[in-house]
């Protein structure tokens, strides 16, 4: 009757070391590139680019990791992370950014901010704590108040 939405493959795209296109590639899933791509790379999932590799066009991904040469900018919703052996020209706009030694990367960073519904889910716990220590702050405070008041009578 109704059709599930099938959920894409852990990594569903591979395009291998001696294949090229020229175009945009699309995915809901994950990618690995170890090939050459002129155009855009957009997944829904993770993208993997390889040592072998090479990319001309912007790159987008929930979590990107480079080994490869990049001439474009990177949208990552979560982490980049950069190899040794990669080359990025271009700008980034990321959540996190790990660098390893050797990685060259030349361009802008920009930090991308955690939408409002993830700061509240993560700082449930924080928010009662410091309404907690708030309330001790003012017990502390109060009794401060009443010893100074006997001490001057």
Do not use: W
């Not at 852990?10 to 590639?25: F, K």
């Not at 950014?97 to 700061?119: N, W, Y």
Request: proline share 1%; aromatic share 6%; hydrophobic share 35%.
């Amino acid at each position: 009757m109704f059709k599930k939405k099938q959920t894409p493959l852990a990594m569903d795209t591979v395009l291998g070391q001696y294949s090229s296109i020229t175009g945009n590639i699309e995915t809901e899933g994950s990618i690995k590139i170890m090939g050459k791509v002129e155009g855009d790379v957009r997944a829904g999932g993770d993208v993997y680019i390889e040592s072998t590799s090479s990319i001309t066009g912007d790159v987008f991904g929930s979590n990107v990791f480079v080994s490869g040469t990049i001439k474009g900018n990177i949208f990552a919703k979560g982490l980049l992370h950069l190899m040794m052996q990669a080359r990025l020209y271009g700008d980034i706009e990321v959540g996190s950014i790990v660098t390893d030694e050797g990685a060259i990367f030349q361009g802008t960073c920009r930090m991308v901010e955690v939408p409002e519904e993830e700061k509240t889910e993560n700082t449930g716990i924080e928010t009662n704590l410091s309404s907690e220590n708030n309330n001790v702050n003012n017990n502390i405070n109060l009794n401060k108040k009443k010893n100074k008041l006997k001490h001057k009578r």
